[in-house]
Each structure stands twice: as C-alpha cells, then as structure tokens.
C-alpha cells in the first residue's frame, strides 16, 4: 500500500519568516495530495490541495508543490502569522478513494 | 463543514463493551469514511463505504465493524472495547474531486 513520510515533525519560525513541509509517497498510482491543518482540538481542515496533472498551485500565503518523478510534494508557508501555528497533515490519494496520512508537522510561530 | 455530525462526541466505556459511533452527513456523498488520531500516528483509515452496504477496511480494521444502511449515516462499532482502542475517532466525507471533510470527532476512553 501507500506509504507518506512527513518531514519536518515540529517546526519553529519566527513571524514573518517562511515555513516548508515536505512529504514523499510511494505509490506512482497517487494523483491527488491535499494538505489540512489541524488546530488544538479541532477538526482536520483541507487548506490547499495539488492534483498529478500540475506542478505547483498558489492560494495567497500558501503554495504546494509536486514532483512526480521524485514522488514528493511540499507546503511553503510565506510571511506566517501567529494563527498558522497548528498541525500541518498532507495525504496521498488513488483513484480509489483511499488517502493515506502523513504524521503531521506541529508548526509553532512565534510572535 | 459539509453537514457532517458525529455522536457521541465524548464516551467514556469499560473494557469488553460494546461501542457504536455515528457519523451523519447531509449532502448525499457516496464515499464515507473513519478514521482514529493518537499522538505521533497522524490519522489512520480504520474502514470506509463507498456507498450504501458498501464498505472496505482500512489498515487499522481490526476490532472493528461498520454498517452503511443509509447513504448519510455510517456506523461504527467496536464489538468489544479494549484500551488500546482509546482514540480521537473522525469521521469524513469526500467529495467528487476527492476532497475529504470532516466532522467534529469523537473523544473515546476506555477504561
């Protein structure tokens, strides 16, 4: 089956600084790689997603990026705010409908 | 967050009983699924339906049951409870382009 690996696990930046998470996947057969973030107690959030077909997508602060042929993608976070602090997951899907879970990155942004 | 409720939302239960949570969704999406969060283990796919008596395990299945008799609930049972079963348990919809959202969790201790 699949396998994600999520690296960072804890990131520290100060405010206004970037973040980066990266994760790699297994299956070639993967074609679409949602992020959620997942404050203190609260549900997983859907943020940003990319799907095989593109190279990079771009929502003002956030931007994800995929290389097929390394079997990676990564979520850059620009100028963050003391509200990204949270838990970053990213995830891997089939065509069947089936996501395989990263183990999270606790990002912390300090004021 | 996509018309999705869990109940209970906290549950606190003696080893050896019987447990069944509910997920209910009011948009008719054909893919369900459930999933356990513990602490350095991110998310794990416990079971999921794609559709009504439709349903395939995850890699966590193990001690666990589902039912899908209708499209906007899916239950989960645990048929007799162990500690090691103690978990945040979200359940999730995905959406036609593969978007999964989830709902609020359910806080389960066995004791």
């Known amino acids: 089956g699949e396998n994600v690996e999520q690296h960072p696990s804890t990131l520290s930046v100060q405010e206004g600084d970037s973040a980066v998470i990266k994760c790699t996947y297994s299956?070639?057969?993967?074609?679409?790689f949602p992020w959620y973030k997942q404050e203190l107690g609260k549900r997983p959030q859907l943020i940003i997603d990319i799907r095989s077909n593109v190279g990079e997508k771009k929502d003002q602060r956030i931007a994800v990026t995929l290389n097929k042929t390394a079997k990676h993608f990564s979520l850059h976070i620009t100028e963050t705010q003391p509200e990204d602090s949270a838990v970053y997951f990213c995830a891997a899907n089939t065509n069947a409908g089936k996501s395989t879970f990263g183990d999270g990155t606790t990002l912390t942004v300090k004021p | 967050d996509a018309g999705i409720t869990q109940s209970p939302r906290h549950k606190v239960t003696e080893t050896g009983t019987p447990v069944t949570l509910r997920c209910h969704q009011t948009?008719?999406?054909?893919?369900m699924y459930w999933y356990r969060q513990d602490p350095g283990h991110g998310l794990r796919l416990i079971h999921y339906s794609y559709g009504v008596k439709d349903t395939d395990k995850g890699e966590v299945s193990d001690g666990y049951s589902v039912s899908r008799s209708k499209t906007e609930d899916f239950l989960l049972t645990l048929e007799s409870a162990t500690s090691s079963q103690t978990s945040v348990y979200f359940c999730a919809i995905e959406t036609e382009k593969y978007e999964q959202y989830f709902g609020p969790g359910t806080r389960l201790t066995v004791t």
């Open positions: 299956d070639s057969a993967s074609n679409y």
């Open positions: 948009e008719n999406h054909r893919y």
